[in-house]
């Protein structure tokens, strides 16, 4: 019986860790960190409070009740402070004064609310490098504010998929979107300050994330990661950009300016081959007048008519127009 209970016991310990071992965001040290928290739903907040997780030992560092406010623990009173409370009810984000290495470790941010319950943040933090500039993207997608836009990737391979995950990579934090064990059929719930949402019952080897509403805000880098009951893993990085209008007008200013880089080509040739032609029937020719139809040339470039106007115009300019040597190249301003 003894040996029951222990056995419960350390099956317990076991959950517990494999339940602490699940990080919703991994934020990068730096000297002024935030650790974010903020309660999505409505309803009404009992109370919040932030704990630092060390082993099995728990450190409170604040908590946080609508009456009587803030009660930051003596350790903590001077390096950290709440910027958000007073602002938006259910925001119980965490900055620190003066972060260091003492501060890298797990923290977990909770939230007692009626009528839901309970609900948990965890938050690591660790020493590392930028995150973005470590992960490079494979594909990009452009969209405008207000859009919902629907991140997809199909998996390569034909693995027994196990576990699929969505992330935000920043460059100072990750955040996790969506993440889906397949084995289990369970979903996961984002901690995340925006909304988003994905699918777990997608037959395994294709995974999407819909982020509606984009705002400007959600530009970056989102990753997926499968993960195969074999062991294999697949990661693919999709760079997310939302511009207001931009990115339809740089295109057409792409198409526009390569036309015009064809026109002046074209132009450039056609003008070798006459001032050829013509140099062969008359040997002197003055190099004033090959100075001005350089100009003309870069007029003719820049003035929006098309490449058979602009040959006529060269016609013109040979043929009729050079016995008079009058034409001097127009003032620009
Ligand atoms: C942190 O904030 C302080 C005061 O606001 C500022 O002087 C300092 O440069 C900041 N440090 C970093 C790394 O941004
Ligand atoms: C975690 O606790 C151990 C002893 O319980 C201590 O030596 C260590 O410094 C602690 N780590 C952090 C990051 O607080
Ligand atoms: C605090 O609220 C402001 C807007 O009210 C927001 O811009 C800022 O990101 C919030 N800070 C945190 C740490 O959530
Ligand atoms: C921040 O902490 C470092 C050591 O951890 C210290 O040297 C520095 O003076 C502190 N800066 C401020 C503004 O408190
Ligand atoms: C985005 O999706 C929502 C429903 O999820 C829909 O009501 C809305 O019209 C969609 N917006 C756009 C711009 O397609
Ligand atoms: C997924 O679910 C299975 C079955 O419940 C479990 O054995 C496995 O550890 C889970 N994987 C993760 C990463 O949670
Ligand atoms: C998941 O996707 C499938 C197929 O696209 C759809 O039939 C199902 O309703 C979706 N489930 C949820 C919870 O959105």
Not at 152 to 176: A, C, F, G, M, R
Request: charged share 20%; glycine share 4%; hydrophobic share 35%.
């Amino acid at each position: 019986m003894d040996y029951l209970t222990f056995l419960l016991a350390i099956l317990h310990v076991h959950k517990a860790l494999c339940e602490e071992t699940f990080w919703d965001t991994t934020v990068q040290l730096s000297e002024n960190m935030t650790l974010e928290c903020m309660y999505p739903s409505v309803g009404f907040v009992s109370q919040m409070d932030w704990t630092k997780i060390n082993g099995t030992q728990k450190e409170s560092i604040a908590v946080y009740n609508p009456y009587f406010g803030v009660a930051v623990m003596d350790a903590y009173n001077s390096r950290v402070y709440f910027p958000n409370t007073t602002k938006k009810p259910g925001d119980l984000s965490l900055s620190f004064h003066n972060a260091s290495e003492v501060d890298v470790g797990f923290y977990s941010c909770v939230c007692h609310s009626f009528p839901n319950g309970v609900w948990r943040k965890n938050v690591k933090v660790v020493q590392s490098d930028s995150f973005e500039t470590a992960t490079p993207s494979n594909s990009h997608i452009i969209t405008e504010p207000g859009q919902n836009v629907t991140l997809t990737y199909q998996l390569q391979s034909n693995w027994p998929v196990e576990q699929v995950t969505w992330e935000k990579v920043q460059p100072h934090q990750i955040d996790i979107l969506a993440f889906c064990n397949l084995s289990q059929g369970r979903s996961y719930s984002s901690k995340y300050l925006r909304h988003t949402w994905s699918n777990c019952s997608q037959g395994g080897t294709k995974s999407f994330l819909v982020i509606p509403n984009a705002i400007i805000a959600d530009l970056g880098l989102y990753r997926c990661h499968f993960k195969a009951s074999t062991g294999e893993k697949e990661t693919f990085v999709i760079r997310l950009m939302v511009t207001e209008g931009k990115a339809n007008k740089q295109h057409i200013l792409f198409i526009v300016g390569g036309t015009a880089s064809l026109m002046f080509v074209v132009l450039i040739t056609i003008i070798v081959i006459l001032y050829n032609r013509r140099r062969r029937r008359q040997a002197s020719m003055p190099v004033k007048e090959s100075r001005d139809k350089q100009s003309k040339v870069v007029t003719n470039y820049r003035s929006p008519t098309s490449t058979n106007q602009s040959m006529d115009e060269e016609k013109e300019d040979i043929y009729v127009n050079y016995p008079t040597f009058s034409r001097r190249p127009k003032p620009r301003f």
